[in-house]
């Protein structure tokens, strides 16, 4: 007599229907524990700026953060959508220096940053904005200026600029080079700080001009230092994410703060600080 052999059933439609639902409703769990962790740290983010001390220190020039409601038009805050305008969000002063652009192929993009989730201004190809004349500090004023920012590739970078490019020490620019460092330059004249970048990782980087020298740091970090004096850059050319005439940024922007003093120790830690504790970088 042969053994009956019981095989298993297969699912029924509604089984597999539960079966679809419950992955349904997990995917959407998960979906949304990343959206609220994502706003989570843009909320953290916003108020760390609210709170941090870039208002409290004077002689501020313009502010650019890409967290706050206000960095942007609304309809164009959002991921890949084109930027004509980043605006400043300096609160000392009520005559604001926008950065604008209104060419759709040299508009950056609206982005999200890979290391911590928030918006960042993202720049590739022939992308820049515009800055009103004199923004960058000119003439032979101090300044010290902090960039939160990262390269996606190394090359001619221009993160800030402005000045009579290709005229000697008439110029006020910053930029990545070719390796992974970074440049003030005068145009031929020059700090260099070598070694001081990674690709998609954002630094801390602050300049500082004082009339008879200009210092570099990088997270906190001395990276260099070059006596210099009688600076006689313009007050044209002004611009984010490009320099000169070729060197554009292929790269990502979180942050720039331009003051036209040179900020002492404690003032400069102090912006550094709230720097990298909103954009969870180790400052030294």
């Known amino acids: 007599m042969l053994k009956q052999i019981n095989y298993p059933k297969a699912f029924s439609l509604i089984e597999l229907s539960i079966v679809i639902l419950i992955i349904g409703i997990l995917v959407a769990g998960v979906t949304q524990s990343s959206r609220l962790i994502k706003q989570v740290r843009l909320m953290s983010a916003r108020s760390l700026t609210l709170s941090s001390p870039v208002p409290t220190i004077k002689n501020l020039i313009a502010w650019y953060e890409s967290t706050s409601e206000k960095s942007f038009n609304e309809s164009e805050a959002s991921d890949q959508s084109l930027l004509s305008a980043w605006f400043d ?4 002063s009520s005559n604001k220096n926008n950065a604008t652009q209104t060419i759709d192929t040299n508009k950056p993009q609206y982005s999200f940053d ?12 022939l992308d820049f904005f515009n800055l009103p004349d004199g923004t960058v500090p000119f003439n032979n004023t101090p300044y010290t200026i902090f960039f939160v920012s990262q390269p996606y590739v190394f090359g001619g970078g221009g993160i800030l600029g402005s000045g009579s490019y290709g005229t000697n020490n008439a110029t006020n620019a910053f930029r990545y080079d070719g390796s992974n460092g970074i440049f003030n330059y005068w145009f031929n004249v020059d ?3 070598p070694n001081t970048s990674s690709l998609r990782k954002n630094n801390v980087i602050s300049f500082i001009y ?10 906190g970090v001395l990276k260099g230092s070059v006596a210099s004096a009688n600076r006689a850059s313009t007050a044209i ?4 994410g490009s320099t000169y005439s070729v060197e554009y940024l292929n790269g990502a922007i979180g942050e720039i703060i331009i003051f036209d003093r040179a900020l002492n120790t404690e003032e400069r830690k102090s912006i550094e600080s709230y720097l990298g504790k909103k954009w969870s970088i180790k400052i030294n």
Request: aromatic share 12%.
């Open 191 to 193: 700090l260099f700080l």
């Open 210 to 219: 004082d009339l008879a020298k200009r210092e570099g740091y990088v997270d």
């Open 114 to 125: 890979d290391n911590t989730g928030l918006p960042i201004v993202k720049f590739t190809n």
């Open 237 to 240: 050319n002004n611009t984010i």
């Open 89 to 92: 969000i300096n609160f000392q």
